[in-house]
């Protein structure tokens, strides 16, 4: 990861050309940083963390970001039919392309509107009631197409705060999975500018040199 992440950067560092007058930089900037927020899945407000790989430009935004349940949701006791109640387990994860137009862009705040579409999976499973192990209980691919207004302050020029909310339409072969998890949506979040702080790590170690 570490690798890639590096390459990415490699490859989308603003380059500097040089002519007989100026030396003219490229427009785009790279976004990359790291959010823990709590959103709704399966009618329960839950945490979910995310990884957001991209560059802006103006007021332009293109981003790739993963996002994924920190940790199982999980359901003490769920009627499954002819199983009876079980102990019950959701997973949930997607990759995500979202467009954002920035309406606000200054040094504290930043608020857009981004419009994604994911490719992702929803697994549920339960536990066996006689040995305790963990059985498959059903999967399904999912398309999550979201529309929604958020706005980001930064704290500290490396650690930001974000609220935001939208709609969430899920495309998936079972109804009962789009039923599910398409609503609307919220979230708080806590972020780290992870491509802020390369920046200034690369910035520092060319200045000692």
């Known amino acids: ?21 100026a ?3 490229a427009a ?32 332009d935004l293109i981003a790739l970001g993963f996002y994924g349940l920190g ?3 999980i359901q003490p006791s769920v009627d499954l039919g002819t199983l009876g109640k079980r102990e019950f387990y959701t997973r949930f994860s997607y990759t995500a392309l979202t467009y954002e137009r920035l309406i606000i862009d200054s040094k504290r705040w930043q608020a857009g509107i981004p419009i994604s579409v994911g490719l992702g999976n929803y697994r549920t499973s339960y536990r066996d009631s006689t040995n305790g ?4 209980y059903g999967v399904n691919e999912l398309v999550p197409v979201e529309a929604y207004l958020h706005a980001d ?3 500290f020029w490396f650690i930001f705060v974000g609220a ?6 899920v495309l998936a072969a079972d109804p009962a999975a789009t039923r599910k998890l398409s609503d609307y949506t919220y ?21 000692d040199i």
């Open 1 to 21: 990861m570490i690798m890639f992440i590096g390459s990415f950067l490699a490859l989308l560092e603003p380059c500097v050309a040089e002519t007989d007058t």
């Open 23 to 25: 030396k003219v930089q």
């Open 28 to 59: 785009f900037k790279v976004v990359l940083n790291f959010d823990a927020r709590r959103t709704w899945v399966n009618d329960a407000s839950v945490r979910f963390n995310g990884l957001r790989i991209g560059a802006q430009r103006g007021r």
């Open 71 to 73: 940790d199982p949701y």
């Open 133 to 136: 192990t963990e059985i498959a």
């Open 153 to 155: 302050y930064n704290l």
């Open 164 to 169: 935001g909310a939208g709609y969430r339409y």
């Open 187 to 207: 979230y708080f979040k806590v972020g780290l500018r992870f491509g802020e702080v390369v920046k200034r790590v690369r910035k520092s170690l060319r200045d």
